[in-house]
């Protein structure tokens, strides 16, 4: 129960590459799992927030194995922690402690992850944009083209950026 004395839980997800095994002859799984990624996430309640109380998840530990890195396993958790908030809040929030989940942040991120967690941000933000019913939203025409200029070949440097 996040209303006890204890200071908040501890939630992990991860995340599985499925295999064939060329060795189910033999009746066994026809399937092999192995691990691509976790991500750890503290939950704890923050009864003196503004504008109101509630739990904030905090981002504490994401990894993905190198062998999967920049395959885009690092945003699909993160947009994975996005929906867990989202299904805490519908499923349990209100109905076993009353309160919401009223923030997910990352506990000091590296410049990568601060990179990857923009990244994110902006893509929820735009299909916010895209699925709303207000019009209000649509005449401001979001692309990547307008925010997101693609990387130099040789990477960025603080002289090309400045």
């Known amino acids: 129960n996040i209303s006890d004395e204890d200071g908040g839980f501890w939630t992990v997800l991860y995340l599985f590459r499925k295999h064939d095994n060329k060795s189910s002859d ?3 799984t026809p399937f092999r799992y ?4 976790y991500i750890t996430l503290f939950h704890f309640h923050a009864p003196f927030r503004k504008p109101s109380p509630g739990i904030i998840v905090r ?18 958790l993160l947009f994975s922690v ?4 989202d299904s805490y809040l519908n499923e349990y929030a209100s109905s076993s402690t009353g309160m919401d989940i009223v923030e997910v942040n990352v506990e000091d991120p590296a410049p990568g992850f ?3 967690r923009d990244s994110v941000d902006y893509k929820r ?3 916010l944009v895209e ?6 939203y649509k005449k401001y025409p979001v692309t990547n083209k307008e925010y997101f200029q693609p990387a130099p070949d040789g990477g960025l440097s603080l ?4």
């Open 34 to 37: 192995s691990l691509a990624g």
């Open 114 to 116: 601060v990179a990857l």
């Open 59 to 76: 981002v504490c530990q994401a990894l993905i194995l190198p062998t999967y890195q920049r395959a885009g396993h690092g945003s699909d």
């Open 26 to 28: 033999d009746g066994t």
């Open 125 to 127: 933000f735009v299909s």
């Open 131 to 136: 699925s709303s019913p207000d019009l209000k």
């Open 82 to 85: 996005h929906e867990y908030a």
């Open 159 to 162: 002289s090309s950026l400045l």
